[in-house]
C-alpha cells in the first residue's frame, strides 16, 4: 500500500479527498497545518485554527484514519506573512495563496510528509494531475479541474515537476456538488462548512488589520483623474521594434496630483491595490471611484470613475526573467520567440487569449482584448487548452 499523506483543513474538500483516497486502497494519514497563533488579527468566532483542527480531527477518526497536527507558524511567518509585508510596504499587491502553496503546503509540509514515509502528498484543490512520456522522460501536467466553477489550478501555477510528482488531487474530476454529497452522505462534520475565505490557513483575516500590525496607518490624498485626462490618452509613438511596442503597452501610467483633483483622504497607499472599490469612502460621485494607481513613496492613492475607466485598462504586462516560472520546461521560450496561450491574471477570471514574447530581459503577455486591473506582485498564468504550463509575478 502506498502511503498518502492529506493536507486535512477542516473543510469539505480536503476531508472528501481523504475519503476518496482511502476507496482507493491507498494508507491514508491526515495532518493538519497550524499556521498562525496571532488571535488579534482574526475574526475569532468566524474559523479560528482550533475549530477547524477540531473538525479535521472528527474528520480522521470518522473515516479511521490516523491524525496529527503540525506546527507550521515559523516557516508560515517567514514565508508568507514577512514576504507579504514587505510587498505591499513597496507597494505591490502579493498573493498569499500562490504563495503558501509553492512554499508551506508543497514544500516544508511535503518535506515533513516523505520523512513519514509518505510516497504522495494530497490536498483538496479543485485540479487534475496527469502524465505523459516525452523523449523517454515522465513530464507531469497540471489540468484545471472538472468544476469550471471551482477550478483552482491558478493558485498551483508556481509548482514545479518535483512537487507534481509527489502530489494527488483526489476531487479534480468532481464538482463542489458532487463534494459536499459525499460529504452529506458521509455524514461527516464538514458537509455543510461554509468554505474559508481568508488567508491561506490564517483562518478569516481581516486584511487592513493585518497590514495595519505591521504597516502604520499614514493619511494622505486620494486623487481623482479624469477619464479625459491627458496622461491617459499619450501620443503614440513609432515604435522601432516588437519590444518597445510591448513596453508602452505594458506600462502604467506615473500620476502627478497635478494630473486630476483631491477627492479625499485614506489612511494608507500601502493598504490599497488596482482595482479596488471597496474602502475609499468618496462621496458625490455618478459611479464609484476605483483604485487606478498607488504611490506609496508619497502616500497618494489615484482614481477614476466608473469600472470602464481608460486608467483600469492595459493591453500587455511585463514578467521579468528571474520571475519566470514553467511547469512545463520542455515548453519554455528562448529569446525571440512567442507562443499563443490563455492567460488569466487573477484567480477566476475567465482564460483570455493572449501571445507571450519572450526577450532577453523577461517575457511580455500581449492580450486580445484591453484587461482591467492587471496589478504589480500578483501572478499571471498562462495555459494551453486546460494544461496551466507556467506563471510569473506581473512587474
Request: some cysteine; aromatic content about 10%; charged content about 25%.
Amino acid at each position: 500500500m502506498q502511503r498518502v499523506i492529506v493536507g486535512l483543513s477542516g473543510g469539505v474538500d480536503s476531508s472528501v479527498a481523504a475519503y476518496v483516497l482511502k476507496q482507493q486502497g491507498y494508507d491514508v494519514i491526515g495532518l493538519f497545518m497550524k499556521n498562525w497563533h496571532d488571535t488579534s488579527v482574526t475574526i475569532s468566532n468566524e474559523c479560528p485554527w482550533l475549530e477547524d483542527s477540531n473538525d479535521a480531527m472528527l474528520v480522521a477518526e470518522k473515516l479511521g484514519i490516523p491524525f496529527q497536527v503540525v506546527d507550521l507558524s515559523e516557516q508560515y511567518k517567514e514565508k508568507i506573512v514577512d514576504y507579504m509585508f514587505a510587498e505591499y510596504k513597496v507597494g505591490r499587491t502579493p498573493n498569499p495563496d500562490v504563495l503558501c502553496n509553492r512554499e508551506i503546503k508543497f514544500d516544508v509540509f511535503m518535506n515533513i510528509a516523505l520523512e513519514l514515509g509518505a510516497d504522495f502528498v494530497a490536498t483538496g484543490h479543485y485540479c487534475r494531475k496527469s502524465e505523459k512520456e516525452i523523449d523517454g522522460k515522465k513530464v507531469f501536467q497540471l489540468l484545471a479541474g472538472k468544476d469550471d466553477n471551482k477550478d483552482q489550478s491558478y493558485f498551483l501555477c508556481q509548482l514545479s515537476q518535483e512537487q507534481l510528482a509527489k502530489s494527488l488531487f483526489p476531487i479534480g474530476e468532481m464538482t463542489k456538488p458532487e463534494v459536499r454529497k459525499i460529504a452529506l452522505e458521509l455524514d461527516l462534520v464538514t458537509a455543510e462548512k461554509k468554505d474559508s475565505q481568508g488567508l491561506c490557513f490564517i483562518g478569516k483575516v481581516k486584511l487592513p488589520d493585518f497590514l495595519q500590525a505591521q504597516l502604520k496607518p499614514k493619511e494622505g490624498s486620494i486623487v481623482r483623474i479624469s477619464s479625459e485626462a491627458e496622461i491617459l490618452h499619450p501620443e503614440i509613438p513609432t515604435f522601432k521594434n516588437k519590444e518597445a511596442e510591448l513596453a508602452f503597452n505594458a506600462k502604467a501610467p506615473e500620476y502627478q496630483i497635478s494630473d486630476g483633483k483631491i477627492v479625499g483622504k485614506h489612511q494608507g497607499a500601502h493598504y490599497f491595490t488596482v482595482g479596488q472599490r471597496k474602502g475609499l469612502a468618496v462621496g458625490g460621485m455618478k459611479e464609484p471611484l476605483y483604485v487606478i494607481g498607488t504611490d506609496v513613496k508619497d502616500n497618494i492613492i489615484y482614481t477614476g470613475e466608473g469600472n470602464q475607466h481608460p486608467g483600469l485598462y492595459r493591453k500587455a504586462l511585463f514578467i521579468s526573467s528571474s520571475d519566470i516560472h514553467w511547469i512545463r520546461k520542455d515548453l519554455s521560450l528562448n529569446a525571440g520567440e512567442t507562443m499563443e496561450v490563455l492567460a488569466r491574471i487573477r484567480y477566476r477570471q475567465p482564460l483570455q487569449k493572449a501571445i507571450l514574447h519572450r526577450f532577453t530581459k523577461g517575457l511580455y503577455i500581449e492580450f486580445e482584448k484591453q484587461q482591467s486591473a492587471i496589478t504589480q506582485g500578483q501572478f499571471a498564468a498562462w495555459y494551453i487548452e486546460d494544461e496551466l504550463i507556467g506563471s510569473g509575478v506581473i512587474s
